[in-house]
Structures are given as structure tokens and as C-alpha cells.
Nanobody
Framework: QLQLVESGGGLVQPGGSLRLSCAVSGFTLNYAAVAWFRQAPGKGREGVSCIASDDDTTNYADSVKGRFTVSSDNAKNTVYLQMNSLKPEDTAVYYC???????????????????WGQGTQVTVSS
């Protein structure tokens, strides 16, 4: 059974940092693209970042570029999202998702990804 499990969410003050983890089972990251999405209350699900197994290319939404960094440890089948300089508008449920291919879609589109985790809550507040 294919499965993705997010962890690492929590409450952090503005300007603080969190690292989210996405543990993957049932397939290998060597043959997948993994993306991070987020959804704030009353909002649609928004693409945040993607990392490709093809050649380690990454994509970021403009809203997080320069603050967030996605990385992977293929030996551990885990993808990470390092979030720095957090803002209140980053508050959302964060999801990881996978496509069983080797490339990220340039738009980090919702429909591209077939498998989803359960989400982890990130709250940025003073």
C-alpha cells in the first residue's frame, strides 16, 4: 500500500522556523516526484514546492521562494520542507503528495499528484 505521512507541524512565532517531514512507503523516491501543498481555512489547496527524482530539480511558489527549502533523503524515503522566516499567512494545513514519475510539474498543480498524506497543521502566531 502506498502511503505518505507528514509530521513536524506545530505552533511557531512569526520569523521562526519549522521543518516538516514526509515519510514515504510502498514506493521509492528514486522514481517519484513529491510536492508540498497547503490549505488555509476557507481557501483552496495551494502548491508550495516540489522536488524531482530525475535530476534533483526543485520548484517553489513565489510566495515561499527564498524562505522555504525542499530536500530529500532517498535512502530514508523521506522528503523535508525547511520553512524559515515564517509569516502568519503561512498558517495552513500542509500536505505532501507524490506522482510516480521523475519530474515535477512546473505549476505544482493539484491534479498532477496521485497520492496524498493526511496533512500536518502549521500555525504562525505571536
Amino acid at each position: 500500500q502506498l502511503q505518505l505521512v507528514e509530521s513536524g507541524g506545530g505552533l511557531v512565532q512569526p520569523g521562526g522556523s519549522l521543518r516538516l517531514s514526509c515519510a514515504v512507503s510502498g514506493f521509492t523516491l528514486n522514481y517519484a516526484a513529491v510536492a508540498w501543498f497547503r490549505q488555509a481555512p476557507g481557501k483552496g489547496r495551494e502548491g508550495v514546492s516540489c522536488i524531482a527524482s530525475d535530476d534533483d530539480t526543485t520548484n517553489y511558489a513565489d510566495s515561499v521562494k527564498g524562505r522555504f527549502t525542499v530536500s530529500s533523503d532517498n535512502a530514508k524515503n523521506t522528503v523535508y520542507l525547511q520553512m524559515n522566516s515564517l509569516k502568519p499567512e503561512d498558517t495552513a494545513v500542509y500536505y505532501c503528495a507524490a506522482d510516480l514519475g521523475s519530474y515535477c510539474d512546473s505549476r505544482i498543480s493539484l491534479s498532477y499528484y496521485d497520492y496524498w498524506g493526511q496533512g500536518t497543521q502549521v500555525t504562525v502566531s505571536s
